[in-house]
């Protein structure tokens, strides 16, 4: 027979297990943002080389594959150490729905030589390349969303929270730089291709605002001064040139380029600083859980096995009993006053936890959205998205929007017929 | 180096444990709506025992003692199999709030011994009586709940929030018949007595109404059968005498105890029949599940190990690719279409879980506004949860109204000073 001494103790180690769990993932989190990056740069390489016929960044392309080769390493070591662990600590639904992402993108992982091997033998257009990557990117985010979205501690869920937000506005600050490099290379410019470009920068701002929120003053402060006046001022004047209709400029699109990779490279500083306070913030939580175990166990063993019992009904006849004895009982700090205060801040940190995941629904709707069209009218992922998108710019109104809309009329979408029946 | 085909495989077994810790908690639930019940019957004796000084029920407290403590003996195992298991798969942060609500509840079950021997001594007031088996039934219903809401798998979901439901409706029930035993026995009938019975009998109502929105027709046509017209029209009439300022009257005050209790007793076969359909639906969900494992681990036995993985970049490059050789590819189910087959149902699964658990928010609510009036005002919870009361009488408002009032307005409330500073 357990006492409920037990059961304060096991709660405890309950939470230091989420917590242990928690490091390892954000671990991993970094070691995604480091990948990404390194995938990032080798795209935009890859797009360049492949667009000048191998005429440039050949030199660069081997020592980028070389580093993104030793970043995939870790990563994969990462994903590895979750599975030797998983019986020990993650369990419930939310390990599966982390492991199904990372199932999704080992795959591409996988995948990843081939796709190399094709663009060394120019076998890809541009665009090809830049898609390829950046699904596996999306892949790898996925990954990162999934961590945030499962964490159960509420302070480390909001630096995932920033952490996810700013890992995706970078990636669309990466797709707006591959974008308007085409885009200045040819020299268009008609309504489709401005409606997409400002899709990406208001993505991206969107994003990066998330991350605000979310952020500590110290990490602020370093993402301000990370985007230079200077910087910004020349990607806003590239971003005006691209808006309107100018003939192909291979020497403008080249200083976008640039000038975008300035940006985005100092942006990966940030994502080093929330990295390790991410870290900091696990070790300093996991080290407080277990000197309070301690201090748990230390209090308990001073204390009667069944300490509390004798209590328990005392208020319940307080209501009633108006004796001076009974109200004037002091008792030294028990086995109940121990498990209200446990229970009552695993309430708030559950809510508080409920409040930071709602600025993950965002996302969750959008998803859910895609799978509808997906499932209604048999598309890919991509041209789900390619539709949401396209329903948001015509009616100029933001994909989350088009989304719900979407969802709440679900039951009226046509179911469209099976192919070959 | 682990493939994307273990990942699978891990997602599916993360999903068998938490089925089993499922099933686990579920057989618990059961335990604790056959303990709840015995208790409930208790406290009715008690209450009469007490109101008639000793003279009724004197022998069938005894053998109802004697059944309260068999099954008492089935929830501490219960609690204990947790307990054991729990480094194997609880983890997390819902682990912790299920251990903590244990936590609570035990020190009451310790505690009974000492309420039967004053119960027995005939040294407490019929309400002290029932109002501390009340406190112990929340404290058990608090675990059935916390269950209710960490459940993965939305079909067992739907079941916990209707067993929750049941019982909770039924304890309200309970107390009703205790309040208007006292009040019919006492014949006054004043305003606040009217308010807080029809108080009770709006809560179980409300109650009863989730339980059938989220059971199935079998149970829903059970619960029709088990209230009989008979028995229901008694209770009305009894009800409504109840209403009007009656002298006080001992008959029929005991006609009322009857009846309800008649009422009540057919509760406990619509539960032990929910009870049975949960343990059922773990069983099958548990089989199925292992069996889909099994499949899905000879189906890939078949496969090459880094199967899955020329495909990956495919649809991203079909959006530019329209070589006709591309779009004719007829390739057999791959681990892809697995991965995103997976990936779908866990969304789906978690959507569903999502809105299922909405249900219970109106409880956390409540909860939650208690919590800041016993911060705010230094209240004890008993107390807390009257003052909400009343506010929502005066108002003639829902309690979860009140509530949710009171959180959006938490920031305006006065913090009490500390006593004794």
Chains 1, 2 share one sequence.
């Not at 960044?57 to 390493?73: H, K």
């Not at 899709?199 to 993402?223: K, M, N, P, Y």
């Not at 030294?332 to 600025?359: I, K, N």
């Amino acid at each position: 027979m357990t006492s409920g001494l037990s059961f304060l103790i096991a709660a405890r180690r309950c939470e230091i297990d989420a917590l242990d769990q928690l490091a390892r993932t954000s671990e991993l989190v970094g070691a995604i943002g480091r990948l990404v990056h390194a995938l990032q740069r080798e795209r935009g390489m890859s797009n360049v080389f492949l667009a000048s016929h191998g005429g440039r960044f050949a030199d660069q392309r081997g020592p980028q594959i070389a580093e993104c080769l030793a970043l995939e390493q870790q990563v994969r070591a990462g994903f590895d150490r979750l599975e030797a662990e998983h019986h020990r600590a993650v369990g419930a639904g939310h390990g599966a729905r982390l492991f199904s992402r990372i199932a999704w993108v080992l795959p591409g992982l996988d995948a990843l030589p081939a796709l190399r091997r094709r663009i060394d033998a120019l076998e890809l257009q541009p665009a090809q390349a830049v898609a390829a990557f950046a699904k596996l990117v999306a892949g790898l985010l996925a990954v990162v969303f999934e961590a945030a979205d499962g964490a159960t501690d509420p302070e480390i869920s909001r630096l995932l929270v920033a952490m996810f937000n700013f890992m995706q506005g970078k990636e669309f600050a990466g797709q707006e730089r591959a974008f308007g490099a085409a885009a200045l290379a040819l020299g268009r410019g008609d309504d489709a291709q401005r409606q997409q470009w400002r899709h990406l920068i208001e993505s991206q701002e969107r994003c990066f605002q998330v991350f605000i929120d979310f952020s500590g003053d110290a990490v602020r402060t370093l993402w301000h001064d990370s985007q230079s006046d200077a910087v910004l001022a020349e990607l806003e004047r590239l971003r005006r040139k691209g808006a309107t209709s100018v003939p192909a400029d291979a020497l403008l699109s080249q200083a976008w380029f640039d000038c975008c990779t300035r940006r985005i490279d100092a942006m990966q500083t940030v994502e080093n600083c929330l990295s390790a306070d991410l870290r900091a913030l696990c070790d300093h939580k996991t080290a407080q859980a277990r000197s309070e175990l301690a201090a748990y166990r230390q209090l308990l063993g001073t204390l009667a096995p069944q300490a509390g019992g004798a209590l328990f009904f005392d208020d319940a006849q307080q209501a009633q009993d108006t004796t001076p004895a009974q109200l004037g009982r002091h008792l030294e700090r028990s086995v109940l006053d121990m498990v209200q205060e446990q229970s009552q801040r695993l309430q708030a940190m559950s809510d508080e936890l409920d409040t930071v995941r709602a600025s993950l629904n965002e996302r969750k709707i959008v998803e859910r959205a895609k799978g509808l069209l997906m499932a209604h009218r048999r598309l890919s992922e991509a041209e789900a998205h390619k539709m949401l998108r396209q329903t948001a710019m015509n009616q100029k109104r933001r994909l989350v929007d088009v989304a719900e809309s979407m969802l709440a009329m679900a039951d009226y979408l046509p179911l469209e017929p099976a192919p070959r029946r």
